[in-house]
């Protein structure tokens, strides 16, 4: 009998250790920023919590946790008091947390526990940075954040896991509701970061504001190279550099996509081939056309609105069941001309779209692999048309030039891999 207890008093002990030592751990900062409540006080209230939470006393931690309240606003209106033109609660919160991480490894959650407490003694002591973030934001990109945040984190987990079937007559076309909205947020996700990657860096060179400009938004890249190479001609070169690595960064996104999505149904590797030679083919030309030490600024939008995600969501969904449908009514065939119409709008969303047929067993990866292969070359051809229109001729027919050539590369390398 005397082993087990042993063992709960060491487990105890331990405990107690470790809750002071995390809030020991959380009130160095507070210390460091000579405040009121230091290193002693934080140790203490995570002890107490713990204390309180292996004495199993719903009654005690219910008691502590007031006490802990009311010093907490206590400490918020001294600090009222001695800087009246602003209102401090990071210690008082602070407070709270430090008796929750007592709580949390006392009741066995240790993890937890230490999580919480390494997470907001960063939060302490990246002070300085995290507001520069906050002030730099515009009011458009915290509101992008958000919209993103609520799809990812509150949209996803409600919808089903489980597969559902869309019947029409004696056709059906099988999907997964979590994994067609995972896509959405994966390329709004990708729009978001790289949206971030042109704001710090695009000014600083051709291949920062091409590439990751074109992973943001390509049309965005093509739209301002337009204008550029049209007020000054001599930057010709600059701007047929810049659409070729919005088309390899465009490539890109639909490789990853190809591959990510399709881990646990049998990775889809077949467009490696051809898409990698659309990304080479596009670091090869803006190596080849311009200088890469120029500097093109690109002018992006908020790089996520819900609408957009909304409108991607719905485009996901429509060419998916499109082109099942399409592929179930008149084969490959259908599921191609279907391929290659989305693209015109969004490769991203005809890309995914062909892979959530082949996750779902509704294509073969050599049919996924030509539909994805479609939809990049539809992105290129828009791109090309769309620079076909610019003023400046040499730059239209770089473009052309350029654009035709990876469609040669990608189109062969598809032939020679699925045998056509």
């Known amino acids: 009998m005397s082993q087990p207890a042993i063992a709960v008093l060491d487990d105890s002990v331990v405990a ?5 030592a995390l809030g020991l751990f959380l009130g160095l900062e507070r210390e460091w920023s000579d405040k009121t409540a230091g290193i002693r006080t934080f140790a203490l209230v995570s002890l107490a919590a713990a204390v309180f939470t292996i004495l199993e006393s719903a009654l005690l931690l219910v008691v502590g946790g007031l006490f802990v309240v009311v010093v907490a606003v206590v400490l918020g209106v001294e600090g009222l008091l001695q800087q009246a033109d602003s209102l401090s609660l990071t210690t008082s919160t602070t407070l709270l947390v430090a008796y929750g991480v007592g709580a949390l490894v006392a009741s066995g959650l240790v993890l937890e526990g230490v999580s919480v407490a390494v997470v907001s003694s960063l939060l302490l002591v990246l002070r300085q940075e995290l507001h520069g973030v906050a002030d730099a934001l515009s009011r458009e990109e915290v509101r992008a954040g958000t919209e993103f945040a609520i799809l990812a984190f509150v949209v996803y987990p409600l919808l089903p896991a489980t597969e559902r079937t869309v019947t029409l007559g004696d056709l059906s076309v099988a999907f997964r509701p979590r994994v067609v909205w995972l896509m959405v947020v994966f390329v709004a996700g990708i729009g978001i970061v790289n949206y971030a990657i042109v704001r710090l860096y695009g000014s600083r060179g051709i291949a920062i504001t091409g590439f990751f400009g074109g992973l943001a938004s390509s049309t965005a890249v093509v739209g301002a190279m337009l204008d550029h190479v049209d007020q000054r001609a001599e930057t010709a070169d600059y ?4 659409v070729a690595l919005a088309n390899a960064s465009m490539a890109l996104r639909n490789l990853a996509i190809a591959v990510v999505f399709t881990v646990g149904a049998g990775v889809l590797v077949e467009p490696v081939v051809p ?3 659309v ?9 080849v056309s311009a200088d890469w030490t120029a500097s093109i600024d690109v002018d992006l939008d908020s790089p ?4 957009y995600a909304l409108g991607v969501g719905a485009l996901f969904f429509l060419v998916l069941l499109v082109g099942g449908f399409a592929e179930a009514r008149y084969g490959t ?3 191609y001309v279907a391929a290659l119409l989305a693209g015109l709008v969004s490769s991203a969303g005809a890309s995914a779209s062909a892979v959530v047929l082949y996750t779902g067993g509704n294509v073969t990866s050599a049919e996924a692999t030509v539909a994805v292969i479609l939809a990049t070359a539809a992105s290129i051809v828009v791109k090309a048309g769309l620079c076909a229109f610019a003023s400046n001729r040499e730059f239209a027919r770089g473009v052309a030039a350029w ?5 040669v590369a990608a189109g062969a390398a598809t032939a020679a891999l699925v045998g056509l």
């Open 304 to 307: 996520f609105t819900l609408r």
């Open 239 to 242: 701007g047929i550099a810049a």
């Open 16 to 20: 107690l250790a470790l809750a002071a």
């Open 275 to 277: 898409l990698g030679a």
């Open 333 to 335: 065939s259908g599921l």
């Open 279 to 287: 990304i080479l083919g596009g670091f090869l030309a803006a190596w």
């Open 403 to 407: 654009s035709v050539g990876l469609l």
